[in-house]
Structures are given as structure tokens and as C-alpha cells.
């Protein structure tokens, strides 16, 4: 059997460098957001409508992706939280247990 080692601190780490990661994402997405093809219509004017118009569908689907890596870093974030407790927890019962058992045994 391998010996599994797992340092929570590092898991704890990584989460929270996965949720900067993830409002930075969110933080990406606003700006985005605020250089829309709104800003464009003025510029190309009639002429430039079907660019617009292509350029607003890319655009969405652009901001889509932003909010999807975002909520995604989030969730690796949290479950990496969670992994790292459950960790330590499991790692401090099964030390009681241990300690428990070898009451009276000597040494």
C-alpha cells in the first residue's frame, strides 16, 4: 500500500490562490462588460450594423466564458477547502482512536 501525504496547508493555499484567481475572473468579466458592442454602434453607424451584430453575439459568448471560469475557480476554491477539513479532521479522529487503543498497552 502507498502512503498518501497531504498537506493541508498547501491545499489551503491553492483554494485561497483559486478564489483570487476567480474574482479576478469576475473583475475581468465587469470590464468586459463595459466595453461592449454598445460602444461600437456610434463608431461603425449604419453601415457597420452586421459587424456589430457579429460582434455583440462574440462578444456575449466572450462574457459567457468569463462567468464560467470564474464560477468554476470558485468551486475548485471551495471544494479544495472542504478536502483540506475533511483532511485534518480525519487525520485528528483516527490519532484519538489510535491514542484510545493504545491506552494501557505499555511500552
Known sequence: ???LRADTASIA???ATAATMGAE???AG???AAAGPLLL???FGV???DFVAAFATAHAAHLASIEKLAGVLGAISTTALANAADYDSTDMAT???LAADAVG???
Request: proline share 4%; charged share 5%; glycine share 16%.
Open 30 to 32: 465587469l470590464a468586459a
Open 13 to 15: 493555499t491553492f483554494a
Open 47 to 49: 453601415i457597420g450594423g
Open 1 to 3: 500500500m502507498n502512503d
Open 25 to 27: 475572473m469576475q473583475a
Open 41 to 43: 454602434g456610434p463608431v
Open 95 to 97: 490519532t484519538a482512536a
Open 105 to 107: 498497552l505499555g511500552a
